[in-house]
């Protein structure tokens, strides 16, 4: 397993790039979905339902994720690694309700060919960003970040043992 300190001077300027800019280097997703009309799926019926309830289903997590984050910021606890709620289950829920929620909006836009496009581009990108994250974690919270990665899975979801 590589630690923090492993990584490359290069490698991490590159990390620390890609979640300064995360923001910004997804925006071309965002453009192209609102822009873009060539060979639109036209079935409303499929898409609405489709669309809404996965971005529903994403904000949902993201608020769930979201809150457990702000709970450990107003008790002033921010030396303790949040496990509880999604981050149980899951390393990275916000990211994932982020990419979700750019494929809801895919499905929305009537792009459904973009969709692969858009899923392989954002889960490489929010994958960057979460390694950044994991070095930073690993250095600030040392064995207890090692061991949480161990138990719980980055990006698919596993129930917890006890």
């Given at each position: 397993m590589i630690n923090s300190k492993q990584i490359g001077g290069s490698r991490r300027h590159i990390l620390e790039f890609v979640y300064r800019k995360r923001g910004v280097l997804?925006?071309?997703?965002?453009?192209?979905?609102?822009?873009?009309?060539?060979?639109?799926?036209?079935?409303?019926?499929?898409?609405?339902?489709?669309?809404?309830?996965?971005?529903?289903?994403?904000?949902f997590l993201r608020m769930w994720a979201q809150a457990h984050i702000r709970n450990r910021a107003i008790l002033k606890t921010s030396r303790i690694l949040t496990t509880t709620g999604p981050y149980r289950y899951i390393r990275n829920p916000l990211y994932i309700s982020n990419i979700l929620i750019l494929a809801g909006a895919c499905i929305l836009s009537e792009l459904i060919w973009f969709l692969p496009v858009v899923l392989i581009y954002s889960g490489i990108l929010y994958s960057l960003v979460a390694r950044r994250e994991e070095i930073r974690l690993e250095e600030r919270y040392g064995e207890a970040y090692l061991r949480y990665k161990k138990e719980v899975l980055g990006w698919i979801p596993r129930i917890p043992r006890s």
């Open positions: 997804i925006a071309p997703l965002w453009i192209i979905m609102l822009s873009v009309f060539y060979k639109e799926y036209e079935k409303e019926y499929i898409i609405w339902p489709l669309g809404v309830s996965i971005i529903l289903g994403a904000g």
